[in-house]
């Protein structure tokens, strides 16, 4: 799981990629998260890409990767986390 200036698929050999691409500006590309999972962690049951984040869910384990931006105020990463852990149902 890593911060990533994705932009297109990138393919690493021995392992399952889920991205949130990052978005162009005016210079490097800005936010975006890459997941990349080998099969060992289990058969992929979902993927849910959101800006700047990615779930995903095997028949083992449930990866979450978000990407929150320096200085972003407190109150805002809570809002984030919350809003992108609430995607999880319980197992």
């Known amino acids: ?6 932009q297109e698929p ?3 050999p021995g392992f399952y990629g889920v991205h949130a691409y990052a978005r162009a500006t005016g210079g490097r ?3 975006g998260v890459s997941c990349f999972i080998k099969p060992s ?3 992929i049951l979902e ?13 083992k ?3 979450i990767g978000v990407y929150i931006p320096p200085n972003t105020a407190t109150e805002e990463v809570i809002d984030t986390l ?4 609430s995607h999880v149902a319980d197992h």
Request: net charge positive.
């Open 82 to 85: 919350l809003r992108t852990t």
């Open 47 to 59: 993927c849910r890409k959101e800006t700047n984040a990615t779930i995903v869910k095997t028949t």
């Open 61 to 63: 384990l449930t990866l």
């Open 10 to 12: 990138l393919d690493l």
């Open 1 to 6: 799981m890593t911060e990533t200036f994705l």
């Open 29 to 31: 590309p800005a936010g």
């Open 41 to 43: 962690a289990g058969k």
